[in-house]
């Protein structure tokens, strides 16, 4: 199992009470396989990708990747494990202006006092259809091209697992179908494990499998489904919120 959640809780306290944004998640992401995560707005959605990437730190419960459980790590042990083993991308992609898609694909290797190999990053910019504008800074890019480097670059470590938060979210419908397609070609051509964040039916009805939260807790999953009948659950979860 390349990740595995066991019993996940994350509570916020803040000023006006807490909020309790999981709530006994427990579920496993299996290698190679392509997984949507959908839910109403504050459903928890978010959280459960941040804690189970490690980017947040769960109340209680176990987060393992790989069969290492994150909650073992010391905070130094965590963030070069998230490094190499974890790949992240986010709606805004969140690549560097300054550099252009080789180095911005380069870069957490760089960061990590590594060098990354040239052809390699050639490579990883071939695999997501852009070998031909590794010079380009991301301004030069349409807004999927930036997302298919954010995509390499999340992929460069050969990470155990690909979370996107919202891939889709800044792009267009016809830019969207391509990172979908990109996302779908990287678990059935490279065996790749990825875990999505999506209010999109159409961007889930491309994962193998759709997990459904409210109020911080799994109500339901659907196995192959299309994206009417993911919009149909949608709806009728959302009534009932
Ligand atoms: N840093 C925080 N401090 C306090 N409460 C938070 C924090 N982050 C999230 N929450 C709360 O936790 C709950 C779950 O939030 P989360 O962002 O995970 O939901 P989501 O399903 O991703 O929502 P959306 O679809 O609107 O992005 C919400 O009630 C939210 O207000």
């Known amino acids: 199992m390349a990740v595995e959640l066991d019993e996940l809780s ?7 009470g807490s909020v309790s944004a999981l709530d006994g998640v427990t579920t496993g992401f299996a290698d190679g396989t392509f997984t949507a995560v959908m839910g109403p707005s504050g459903s928890g959605k978010s959280t459960l990708l941040h804690c189970a990437a490690g980017l947040e730190q ?44 080789a180095q911005n694909v380069a870069l957490p290797l760089r960061l990590a006092g590594r060098k990354a190999d ?22 030069e890019l349409s807004g999927g091209q930036q997302q298919r480097v954010a995509i390499a670059r999340a992929l460069f470590t050969r990470p155990a697992v690909l979370f996107a938060d919202e891939p889709t979210g800044a792009l267009d419908s016809r830019a969207s179908r391509q ?27 491309v994962a193998d499998r759709v997990v459904l939260l409210v109020d911080g807790r799994i109500v339901d999953e659907l196995t192959g489904a299309d994206a009417p009948v993911i919009a149909d659950r949608m709806t009728a979860l959302e009534r009932s919120c």
């Open 118 to 139: 040239a052809a390699a990053v050639r490579v990883a910019l071939a695999d997501v259809g852009l070998a031909d504008r590794a010079g380009h800074r991301p301004r």
């Open 179 to 205: 990172v979908m397609a990109l996302l779908r070609e990287l678990v059935d051509m490279h065996g790749r494990t990825v875990v999505m964040v999506t209010h999109d039916p159409v961007a889930a009805g």
């Open 10 to 16: 994350k509570t916020y306290d803040g000023g006006a």
């Open 58 to 101: 769960p109340t209680a419960g176990q987060v393992s990747i790989e069969g290492t459980r994150l909650g073992d790590l010391s905070e130094t042990r965590l963030t070069r494990f998230r490094r190499d083993r974890v790949g992240f991308v986010f709606q805004d992609f969140n690549l560097v202006s300054s550099l252009t898609a």
